[in-house]
């Protein structure tokens, strides 16, 4: 298991080092200027070039790339073009909001998915399974800002039940906390719950056919007992596969998600970034997203062991 683990660990270097290349790459080549930017508009041309000059963007490509990831493999991801503070104490300030509304779109999502997939697999071809589907195409075809409006005209403004923007700290109190994480939660977590609920389904139904599950029934074991116990743990790996895959569209989704409800995370500052063309503070939330989804895909690998003994690393 520890020289997996060290083997999958050095593998992610290459794919990192991919990233960072192509980030920095794109960045460069996007049309826009910085110091035109900060210098506002009734700058002059020598301002502005003076400015480049003392922020360094009038240096060869090869020069800025070399500087910048010397400083990523010391932790330095750089220092913010606008607010001129390092650009690892801006996630940092950021990282909560961001953390909780993802782990709670995630929990929404796999609460959701998981018993509607078992259920509409179990009922395959019913008033259910109908339904459920419906539910499944329905929520994957919406955009989440779509979905994010009707949440809050239905909820906060008409029944004025949650607040319509905003984030409290949970240090504030829990309350607070989750009335304003509510919103924002579930528009993420219905969207990836349709996925999931399909693999679900799919995965289930595939399971249920095969004669093992059949011998359950024929010794009478209860249905939760078969659905639960020997059905869904056998379908599990496809399942957490797709959980993992979630995250991925929860890593975009948190981009919007927090412009519409107002925020305070790393989307939102993702999107202030690229407004302002703040080129170090894009490319390191850019490295961080990518971090974390290259982690997660290898703590979801090392599971698949859990649910099927027949894996051995």
Same mark, same amino acid.
Do not use: C
């Given at each position: ?13 290459? #794919? ?9 790459? !794109?960045? *460069? ?5 910085? =110091? ?8 002059? $041309?020598?301002?502005? +070039? ?28 750089? $220092? ?11 996630? @940092? ?5 961001? $953390? ?8 929404? =999502? ?8 078992? $259920? ?25 800002? %779509? ?5 809050? =005209? ?7 039940? !949650?607040?319509?923007?905003? *984030?409290?700290?949970?240090? *504030? ?35 249920? +056919?095969?004669? /093992? ?20 743990? &056998? ?18 989704? #948190?981009? @919007? ?30 490295? @961080?997203?990518?971090?974390? /989804? %290259?982690? #997660? &895909? ?5 599971? /698949? ?9």
């Amino acid at each position: 298991m520890l020289a997996l683990v060290i083997r999958r660990i050095l593998a992610t270097i290459p #794919v990192m080092a991919v990233v960072a290349i192509i980030v920095f790459s !794109l960045l *460069y080549l996007t049309p826009g200027d910085p =110091a035109a930017v900060l210098a506002g508009e009734q700058a002059s $041309i020598e301002d502005i +070039n003076r400015l480049r000059s003392t922020l360094g963007l009038d240096q060869p490509f090869l020069v800025r790339f070399s500087q910048w990831i010397g400083g990523v493999f010391q932790g330095d991801l750089g $220092i913010s073009i606008f607010s001129q503070r390092p650009v690892m104490e801006l996630i @940092v300030q950021r990282l909560e909001p961001t $953390i909780a509304l993802t782990v709670a779109s995630l929990f929404i =999502a796999v609460t959701i998915a998981v018993p509607l997939g078992v $259920i509409a697999a179990w009922r395959a071809g019913g008033l259910i399974d109908r339904m459920a589907m419906s539910f499944a195409v329905l929520g994957f075809s919406i955009p989440v800002f %779509v979905l994010s409006y009707i949440l809050i =005209a239905v909820v906060s403004v008409d029944l004025k039940l !949650l607040p319509v923007q905003g *984030y409290v700290p949970i240090a *504030y109190g829990i309350g607070p906390f989750l009335e304003h994480l509510i919103l924002p939660a579930l528009s993420l977590g219905i969207i990836n719950a349709a996925l999931i609920a399909r693999i679900t389904r799919t995965t289930m139904l595939e399971v249920l +056919n095969q004669d /093992y599950i059949r011998a359950a029934r024929a010794k009478g074991l209860s249905v939760r007992r078969v659905l639960i116990r020997h059905a869904l743990k &056998n379908a599990a790996i496809p399942i957490v596969t797709v959980i993992g895959i979630s995250f991925a569209l929860l890593i975009s989704g #948190v981009v @919007v998600t927090e412009t519409v409800f107002n925020i305070p995370g790393l989307g939102r500052l993702t999107v202030d970034a690229i407004l302002r063309r703040d080129y170090p503070v894009i490319q390191g939330v850019i490295l @961080v997203f990518s971090a974390t /989804y %290259v982690v #997660v &895909n290898l703590l979801i690998d090392l599971s /698949y062991s859990l649910f099927d003994p027949r894996i051995k690393y």
